[in-house]
């Protein structure tokens, strides 16, 4: 699987858009790009996933650039509980399925 | 349904001991994952069962590790005999396959202290 670089850490204020770039420059094609995100002293939780297009769900956006080399999750109006480290996970899926986290990004809202 | 469910959620053995951690998946699901996260290295693959049968096992960390699932609603890791470092949350995942790309369902996991 294609590995991911986030930023360590970022601050939002709350009620605005959070912003949160992964960069992964070695992606193939057959490779989905996957968000999750853990709540301090819970279970990862699924956000959101894409190929190319850019897709929205109840949770975020993600947008994939053109030559998918790196995405941005986008949550549009942050609140304070979504404060979490947001892990950006590349994999192609199918029988290959399995997750593989790194260190990802600490978002803080704040108030 | 109730999730992914684990137990015990909080478990504190003595040095030596046998632990066995436990996983409820979602109903409907086949694919099983447990993970282990530490500060220090973050969160772990440790094995990965496809239809009860284990399909990649490259992250247990020794011997003393093993996992089982006897059957699609259950499945167990145990650490025998356990040491301080193996302290860390213990996760237990699981997801549908052969729908793939989809998401997995986390538990809430199993906090394991080793004194």
């Known amino acids: 699987d294609a590995k991911t670089t986030q930023p360590p850490s970022m601050d939002c204020a709350e009620g605005r858009a959070a912003n949160l770039p992964c960069n992964h420059s070695?992606?193939?094609?057959?490779?989905?790009v996957y968000w999750y995100r853990q709540i301090h002293s819970q279970g990862p939780q699924y956000i959101i996933h894409g190929l190319k297009n850019n897709e929205t769900n109840e949770m975020a956006s993600l947008i994939i650039t053109e030559d998918r080399k790196s995405s941005t999750l986008i949550l549009p109006h942050a609140t304070l509980r979504d404060t979490a480290v947001y892990y950006c996970i590349v994999n192609s899926g199918g029988s290959n399925y399995k997750l593989t986290f790194g260190k990802g990004t600490l978002l803080t809202v704040n108030p | 349904d109730a999730g992914v469910i684990q137990s015990p959620r909080h478990e504190v053995t003595e040095m030596g001991q046998e632990v066995t951690l436990r996983c409820k998946p979602i109903s409907g699901h086949n694919s099983l994952f447990w993970y282990r996260q530490t500060m220090m290295r973050g969160l772990e693959l440790l094995i990965y069962f496809n239809n009860n049968v284990p399909i990649d096992d490259s992250g247990m960390p020794e011997d003393r590790f093993s996992a089982k699932m006897p059957n699609a609603s259950f499945s167990t890791l145990k650490i025998q005999p356990s040491e301080p470092r193996d302290s860390a949350v213990y996760f237990c995942?699981?997801?549908?396959?052969?729908?793939?790309?989809?998401?997995?369902?986390f538990g809430q996991g199993t906090r394991l202290t080793v004194v």
């Open positions: 995942a699981s997801s549908f396959f052969p729908q793939s790309n989809t998401e997995a369902f």
């Open positions: 070695t992606i193939s094609g057959n490779e989905y």
